[in-house]
């Protein structure tokens, strides 16, 4: 862990670093699924295309919940902003809006680690 602190200051950056991160995944596994989308037949196309979008589906989750948490934590009553309270007051309840009304349904009906719980408790 110290290793990996040694190259951000802040844990802030160490976040911020994991989103840019979660959204490069995004942003090749989308191209990528425009791109076998538009080449149906290919081999390549319907042996990876729905882990593809199995990706895009959860990395964009994962990117939609940091940036909320990114606005929750950066705008939380009490911090020193340079905008007045009330746009930061918004901005704090926005992030807990995104946060609230993301597709959790990703990671726990879809999921596999979901559906072996589910089963072990019936």
């Given amino acids: 862990m110290y290793i990996i602190m ?3 200051e802040t844990t802030l950056d160490l976040f911020l670093a994991f989103i840019i991160f979660i959204k490069i995944i995004f ?4 191209v990528g699924h425009i791109i ?3 080449i149906p037949d290919s081999i390549l196309g319907k042996k990876y295309d729905s ?3 199995y990706w895009k589906e959860r990395t964009e989750f994962i990117f939609i ?3 909320a948490i990114l606005l929750i934590y950066h705008f939380k009553p009490g911090n020193n902003k340079p905008i007045n309270r009330e746009t930061s007051i918004l901005f704090f309840i926005f992030g807990w809006i ?7 349904e990703l990671f726990f009906t879809e999921s596999n680690w979901y559906k072996k719980l ?3 408790l019936k």
């Fill in 51 to 53: 882990k593809l979008v």
């Fill in 118 to 120: 589910v089963s072990a």
């Fill in 36 to 38: 076998f989308t538009f």
């Fill in 65 to 67: 919940a940091s940036m």
């Fill in 98 to 104: 995104i946060l609230i009304t993301a597709n959790w």
């Fill in 27 to 30: 942003a090749i596994s989308t």
């Fill in 6 to 8: 040694a190259f951000f």
